[in-house]
């Protein structure tokens, strides 16, 4: 009943607030152009081009995924503090489901994080890489894609911690572990066994191998894309599924 | 009038050794304000959350409205407004926005709902600060929006956790004023902590809550009443000792801040023997009627003190201080 508005007041005032912080806004920007043009503008100089792509070129998809990732988790950990604080303690005593709270929290990371990831994407040209029109809008609803999964996968991590002191161990032994093992960096196939085995099991590799697949719309090189399209598709959606899903279920443990 | 709160044995505890809530019962009747006077660590917040349903009692029951808390939390839930203890405003957004987006949550929207914020905004007097973003608010301002923001959806029991910790004396009166009005003006029951002793005065009935138990209930007036008559404000040079030598004659005072205190259904015929007991070690004497902190002290033995719950709440702010720079 009163569920559809709490959620699209959680959309809504996540999206308002990413407007107003300024800094936010510019240091969640910032963050993947640095990555872009000065670790993948250093790095290009040791790696040599093959099949046709610059390091550049090939670590854009990482990049956006790094986009996805920090920003969703971002949005989705805030959560912890939101219940303890804030605004959701509001919710919590208001007659709505706390799915609908759940729903409401990954929308919104899903939102922001489309939002910064579809900023990057209009940077592509500046490194040579032209995304026509049909690509781009495949691009953009991957990146949705995967959003939605991060976000998920944040608000089932935050359902563990009560604290905010917890979210650097999320930031060290998670999101940086998740990021260098997603084939942002390098290619899959190029790992060590143990790393490979690990990479296979990171959700985020298919987002970014999905990202791949539509930014270069590559024959499969060495630096291409490790699976096929509709195999990274059906890992994300699943794992959306499932993630949205334990979220839920996690946070009505505790009423 | 009917009871719209019933408590009957509720307990919470959070480990073994701690007890926050022991065992209270009690009954807020409808369309009055409750009071629920104790010091820091009483079981005041731990009390309202489990009213609120945002916590399970360890066991007894709270049924709120005809709801029981635990079974139908979500009834409970439609019925109530709270301003929670810390303030959970949204300090980017407006006072407007805050509204608004509160009317959407319990499910009013369009021109009803911006009906309902500026009828909100006008009873606590900031309807023409409503565009403003709240972090530009005083704490007096924000505690005002807060309750604004509990009525908006019409509540019929409306909780406030020491709506006026912390505010200078003039905003306490404002929202004083504006919380004494609720019951009769709206059909609102308030059931409200405090620690500052004038304001439990006001409140139609209080429960005298003390390490988790209610250790007396009744209107203020008749707490006053049971104290057994009025006190007697002592000054002695050495305030143990004469404590002492009143024992002996068979006096009884307790020790308070600056003095000794006894209480006396006729002063008038208990001062002579005071005076000749401590002769002239007595430095200053007087009468009063009863205060509620009199009340407190005779219960437990110690004051109320307000000013402790401070820290905490400075902590709370650090932190989200260094959110925000985050
Ligand atoms: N979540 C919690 N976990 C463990 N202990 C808690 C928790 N919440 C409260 N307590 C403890 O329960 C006791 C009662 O706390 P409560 O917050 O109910 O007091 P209060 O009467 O509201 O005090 P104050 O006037 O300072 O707000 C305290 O000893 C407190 O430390
Ligand atoms: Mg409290």
Known sequence: MNDLGAIYVIVLRELKKFVREKSRLVSSIARPLI???????????????????????????????????????????????????????????????RSSIIIGKALSGTAVSSIQAAIILLVAPAIGLHIGPARFALTLAICMMVSFSISSFGLLLASFYESYESFSVIMNFIIMPMFFLSGAMYP?????????????????????????NSVFALQAGPMGPDFPLGTDIAVIISCSAVLVFAATAASGRKG | MAAIIKVEGLTKKFSDRLVAVDNISFDVEQESIFGFLGPNGAGKTTTINILCTLMAPTSGRAVVDGHDCQKAPRMVRKS???????????????????????????????????????????????????????????GGMKRRL???????????VLFLDEPTLGLDPQSRANLWEAITRLPKEHGVTV???????????????????????????????ELKAAIGGDVICLKTADNAKAAAELKQAGIDARATEDGLQITAA?????????????????????????????????????????EEAKNADSIKEEVRAWRRKR
């Open chain 2, 146 to 156: 807060e309750v604004a923001r509990g009525l908006m959806h019409r509540p019929k």
């Open chain 1, 188 to 212: 899959v196939r190029m790992l060590p066994p143990a790393l490979k085995a690990a990479s296979v099991l990171n959700p985020l590799t298919y987002g970014v191998d999905a990202l791949k």
């Open chain 2, 266 to 306: 006729k002063p008038e015929s208990v001062m002579p023997a005071i005076i000749k007991t401590l002769a002239d070690k007595v430095l200053s004497i007087r009468v009063e009627t009863p205060t509620l902190n009199d009340v407190f002290l005779k219960l437990t033995g110690r004051e109320i003190r307000p």
């Open chain 1, 35 to 97: 990555w872009l043009f000065m670790v993948g503008g250093g790095l290009s100089r040791l790696v040599t081009a093959r099949s046709g792509i610059a390091y550049t070129q090939f670590i854009f998809p990482g990049i956006l995924g790094m986009t996805i990732l920090f920003s969703a988790m971002f949005s989705s950990i805030s959560i912890i503090w939101d219940k303890e604080f804030g605004f959701l303690k509001e919710i919590l005593v208001a007659p709505v489901r």
């Open chain 2, 80 to 138: 109530i407004g709270i301003v929670f203890q810390d303030t959970t405003l949204d300090k980017d957004l407006t006072a407007y926005e805050n509204l608004a987006f509160h009317g959407y949550i319990y499910g009013i929207r369009g021109s009803e709902a911006r009906n309902r914020a500026d009828e909100a905004l006008r009873f606590v007097g900031l309807h023409d600060r409503k565009n403003d973003l709240v972090k530009r608010f005083s």
């Open chain 2, 191 to 221: 059931f409200m902590t405090t620690h500052y002793l004038e304001e439990a005065e006001v409140c139609d009935r209080l429960a005298v809550i003390d390490h988790g138990r209610i250790i007396a209930g009744g209107a203020p007036a």
